[in-house]
């Protein structure tokens, strides 16, 4: 597809049966399900079990749509999280915060 080089498209469409227009469908739901809100409460409030769920969410889907490096970020968080290492998730929370807003901004240019 057209104007989503920055995602690996392969591993999008076989999470969606190689159906271009699914595919679409699915990148409009992880636009429309932006949680970055929540990470950032979350974060701010020290709540580890909760941002431990939105960072594992974040993992899933961007993995589902092919945003591999994302997911990589996000799932490192999500086991920091659960480890109660909140010393890891200071450290690289503004990093990831920042390519899922670049990925969601990227995404939402090319629809």
Same mark, same amino acid.
């Given at each position: 597809?057209?104007?989503?080089?920055?995602?690996?498209?392969?591993?999008?469409?076989?999470?969606?049966?190689?159906?271009?227009? !699914?595919?679409?469908? #699915?990148?409009?739901?992880? #636009?429309?399900?932006?949680?970055?809100?929540?990470?950032?409460?979350?974060?701010?409030?020290?709540?580890?079990?909760?941002?431990? #769920?939105?960072?594992?969410?974040?993992?899933?889907?961007?993995?589902? !749509?092919?945003?591999?490096?994302?997911?990589?970020? /996000?799932?490192?968080?999500?086991?920091?999280?659960?480890?109660?290492?909140? /010393?890891?998730?200071?450290?690289?929370?503004?990093?990831?915060?920042?390519?899922?807003?670049?990925?969601?901004?990227? !995404?939402?240019?090319?629809?």
């Amino acid at each position: 597809m057209e104007g989503f080089d920055f995602l690996d498209q392969e591993t999008g469409l076989e999470y969606c049966g190689n159906d271009e227009e !699914i595919y679409r469908e #699915v990148l409009e739901g992880y #636009v429309e399900e932006d949680r970055r809100s929540d990470l950032a409460a979350y974060y701010e409030a020290e709540d580890l079990p909760n941002y431990r #769920v939105v960072a594992h969410a974040i993992k899933s889907t961007s993995l589902t !749509i092919g945003a591999k490096e994302l997911s990589e970020a /996000a799932k490192a968080l999500e086991f920091a999280a659960a480890d109660g290492d909140i /010393a890891f998730v200071k450290e690289h929370n503004d990093e990831m915060a920042a390519m899922y807003s670049d990925i969601l901004r990227r !995404i939402q240019e090319a629809l």
